[in-house]
């Protein structure tokens, strides 16, 4: 059985090498070198409306979960801005466990949905999990 732990700030390095691990494989193979990815996992944990959870198997840490809260007008939503499974977990239903298991750690919060991005490669994962398309489109600017 997999449990969401919220996160602190001790969880940083053991979250920041596993980012590493994960973003490293197929299908992004990035380099992210460790002190970037415990910049980007502390961008994570900062402000008041940020959260982050630990995904757990007994003892041990099998991924990670971060986002932020937005405030609206009707209820708040929670983004999420990163979701991670050690690769000796994936493919073992940790992901979809994480995300059945969040809206009851967010309750308490007047949270009414969950908001994400998606890899396309990853939309069929999401749309099982009972997420859908909106017709927001995700667009950037390089400089």
Not at 4 to 29: E, S, W
Not at 62 to 67: D, N
Not at 88 to 97: E, H, L, P
Request: with cysteine.
């Amino acid at each position: 059985m997999l449990f969401l732990r919220p996160c602190d700030k001790t969880d940083i390095p053991n979250a920041a090498q596993m980012f590493c691990r994960v973003y490293g494989d197929a299908p992004l193979h990035e380099n992210w070198p460790l002190d970037r990815a415990e910049k980007r996992i502390s961008t994570y944990l900062s402000g008041t409306h940020a959260r982050g959870f630990a995904m757990t198997i007994e003892t041990q840490t099998v991924g990670y979960l971060f986002g932020r809260i937005i405030v609206s007008a009707q209820c708040n939503s929670f983004y999420v801005d990163d979701i991670f499974v050690h690769p000796n977990y994936q493919r073992q239903g940790c992901g979809s466990m994480a995300l059945s298991a969040l809206p009851d750690e967010l309750n308490k919060d007047n949270i009414c949905k969950i908001e994400l991005h998606a890899l396309n490669e990853d939309v069929s994962f999401y749309e099982k999990n009972g997420f859908q398309r909106t017709a927001f489109v995700n667009m950037e600017k390089t400089f």
